[in-house]
């Protein structure tokens, strides 16, 4: 069971193999009875994130971690809660995989359209219609705290933060009337949001229609580019984003550059053909997607109750116990160097 030290705080993550840990995690390797799934559950949901040491860079400290008060049910209490949440744990990788090879066979799809279609080029300005977005004054707070917002703004973070294909939902939401009030561009769902400062190359397609900050350079299919092309040759041109980014402060991939750039463009047959090829595909990845996300809401829910007593499990059938995994033993000591004595004859 490893967690970090520094950074990004609060990641617990259980791991059932040998592993080396760097100086900036922390592990446990001693459990005093309590059984070791449970404990990564119990870690998970302690304020890490809020037990910083003074330096400037985040971090656990350890000693206020050790002071934390806990609460732990007896042991086969541990085992039915952490049973309870494994089996929601599992299901979600099980549904991540199974995206990670849809995902996989897009991309063999789109490996042999480069190889067979036949292409022509033209500059992006020509054939995409793209642009950014802005961000609404943060000191007017009526735009950020409106129960009834449902216009999803993006960030960069919403998308590195996911890591998903496609974009679902955004962290923040504005009105309709922010939206026109502040002039902020609504595109349509189905686009492709690319995030283009600091970090660039982040890729996702908005499932709603939306808005974003001024991270983004958005652009909108059309019959020429349809969607999956339009987001395949994005994605695969990422370094060469990478390499037109300027800027001192941190890198950026300004509109102007990118509007200059030519896109390889299949012939309408081949990007026909790839649409239909590829949809059914994306569509099941999307569907896993979204049932991966009510799976970790059910999870995030389940966790503090499970752990706080607030729901009784003593009813919950008891899972077998896991075998305890042994320590490695430690390695052999190196060879010593050195000249050998001649043995007398």
Request: hydrophobic share 40%.
């Amino acid at each position: 069971m490893v967690t970090g030290r520094y950074g990004t705080l609060g990641q617990v993550f259980y791991v059932k193999q040998d592993f080396w840990p760097l100086n900036t995690s922390l592990f446990v390797k001693k459990f005093k009875g309590v059984e070791p799934r449970f404990a990564a559950y119990l870690l998970e949901s302690l304020p890490l994130a809020h037990s910083e040491g003074a330096g400037a860079v985040p971090g656990v400290n350890r000693n206020v971690l050790h002071q934390l008060p806990v609460r732990v049910p007896d042991r086969d209490g541990q085992r039915r809660i952490s049973s309870s949440l494994a089996h929601l744990d599992d299901l979600i990788e099980n549904n991540l995989r199974r995206i990670g090879v849809l995902e996989a066979i897009g991309r063999h799809r789109w490996d042999r359209l480069n190889a067979m279609a036949t292409f022509d080029e033209a500059p992006v300005a020509e054939v995409l219609e793209n642009g950014g977005g802005t961000t609404p004054s943060r000191a007017i707070e009526r735009y950020w705290t409106d129960p009834e917002a449902d216009v999803d703004w993006y960030t960069p973070t919403d998308l590195t933060k996911s890591g998903f294909m496609f974009a679902t939902h955004a962290a923040e939401r504005l009105t309709a009337s922010t939206v026109e009030e502040c002039g902020l561009r609504q595109y349509p769902a189905r686009s492709v949001m690319m995030t283009s400062r600091a970090t660039i190359g982040a890729i996702a397609i908005n499932t709603e229609q939306a808005c974003t900050n001024q991270g983004f350079i958005v652009c909108i299919p059309n019959d020429r580019i349809p969607l999956y092309v339009l987001f395949h040759w994005m994605r695969s041109n990422v370094e060469r984003f990478k390499q037109l980014a300027t800027g001192s402060t941190f890198k950026e991939l300004t509109r102007g550059t990118f509007r200059a750039l030519k896109i390889r463009i299949p012939a309408r047959d081949d990007a026909e053909a790839f649409e239909r090829d590829v949809a059914p595909v994306y569509d099941l990845a999307l569907s896993l997607q979204r049932r991966v996300h009510v799976l970790r809401k059910l999870r995030d829910l389940l966790l503090p109750k499970l752990l706080s007593g607030e729901i009784d499990v003593s009813r919950l059938p008891l899972p077998p116990e896991e075998p305890e995994v042994a320590a490695p033993p430690p390695p052999p000591d190196p060879p010593r160097r050195g000249r050998r004595r001649k043995e007398s004859a």
